[in-house]
T-cell receptor, first 111, second 118 residues
Framework: SQQGEEDPQALSIQEGENATMNCSYK?????LQWYRQNSGRGLVHLIL?????REKHSGRLRVTLDTSKKSSSLLITASRAADTASYFC???????????FGTGTRLKVLA | EAGVVQSPRYKIIEKKQPVAFWCNPI?????LYWYRQNLGQGPELLIR????????DSQLPKDRFSAERLKGVDSTLKIQPAELGDSAVYLC????????????????FGPGTRLTVL
C-alpha cells in the first residue's frame, strides 16, 4: 500500500515558471524525502526534511512540511526543461525503518 | 564513485519462466533494498537487507519470489515462475549504515530492470 499521494498527478508549465507539487500522507512520520525520476531511469534523491523541521531549501528547491495537516509541498523555482520528470515523496512512518513512496507528480516543463 | 549497478536493463520472458535480477550496491553501503515499480506508480518495497540479513521481507511474495545477498554485497532477486502481473520495473537501491538507529539515510537507486512477461 502507498501512504503518500502527490497532487497534482500531472503538471505542465512554461520554462521559467514555478512548479508546486504536494504530498499528503496518513500516519505520523520520522521524516519525508523527495525524489526525482527521469523517464526510464532510477530515482534521484532531492531533499530530506525531518518531522521537527518546517521548511528546507536546496538550490531552486523549497520544501515545506506541515505535520498537523500531514502534508508537504515541493516548490521548484524558475523551472527548466531539464526539470521534466516525475517527482515522488517518500515518508518514513514513525517507529519503522522503511520508506513508503507516493504515486508521483509528472512534471513537464515546456521550452 | 560508481553508482548502483543493475543487470540486465531489460528482460522479456514467457509466463511461467524463471527470471533473475542482479544488483551491485555502492561500495560500503550496508543497506540494500529491492523495489517493484508498476507503470505510473511509485516504488513499492519488496525486501530490505542490512548486510546479509533480510530485516524486512514482509512484502515479498514468498511463493514465487526469493532474494539473497551473499557476503553482504551483491544481491539477486529471483522470480519463479513469473506471472503476467509481474511485469514492472525492479529497482535496487542502497544506503549507508544508519548510525543513529533510525532510517534517515538517502537511498541511491540503480537504473532498474524492466521486466515484461508475455
Amino acid at each position: 500500500s502507498q501512504q503518500g499521494e502527490e497532487d497534482p498527478q500531472a503538471l505542465s508549465i512554461q520554462e521559467g515558471e514555478n512548479a508546486t507539487m504536494n504530498c499528503s500522507y496518513k500516519t505520523s512520520i520520522n521524516n519525508l524525502q523527495w525524489y526525482r525520476q527521469n523517464s526510464g531511469r532510477g530515482l534521484v534523491h532531492l531533499i530530506l526534511i525531518r518531522s521537527n523541521e518546517r521548511e528546507k531549501h536546496s538550490g531552486r528547491l523549497r520544501v515545506t512540511l506541515d505535520t498537523s495537516k500531514k502534508s508537504s509541498s515541493l516548490l521548484i523555482t524558475a523551472s527548466r526543461a531539464a526539470d521534466t520528470a516525475s517527482y515522488f515523496c517518500a515518508t518514513s512512518p514513525g517507529g519503522t525503518y522503511k520508506y513508503i513512496f507516493g504515486t508521483g507528480t509528472r512534471l513537464k516543463v515546456l521550452a | 564513485e560508481a553508482g548502483v549497478v543493475q543487470s540486465p536493463r531489460y528482460k522479456i520472458i514467457e509466463k511461467k519462466q524463471p527470471v533473475a535480477f542482479w544488483c551491485n550496491p555502492i561500495s560500503g553501503h550496508n543497506t540494500l533494498y529491492w523495489y517493484r515499480q508498476n507503470l505510473g506508480q511509485g516504488p513499492e518495497l519488496l525486501i530490505r537487507y542490512e548486510n546479509e540479513e533480510a530485516v524486512d521481507d514482509s512484502q515479498l511474495p514468498k511463493d514465487r519470489f526469493s532474494a539473497e545477498r551473499l557476503k553482504g554485497v551483491d544481491s539477486t532477486l529471483k522470480i519463479q515462475p513469473a506471472e503476467l502481473g509481474d511485469s514492472a520495473v525492479y529497482l535496487c537501491a542502497s544506503s549507508p549504515w544508519g548510525r543513529t538507529g533510525t532510517n534517515t539515510d538517502t537511498q541511491y537507486f540503480g537504473p532498474g530492470t524492466r521486466l515484461t512477461v508475455l
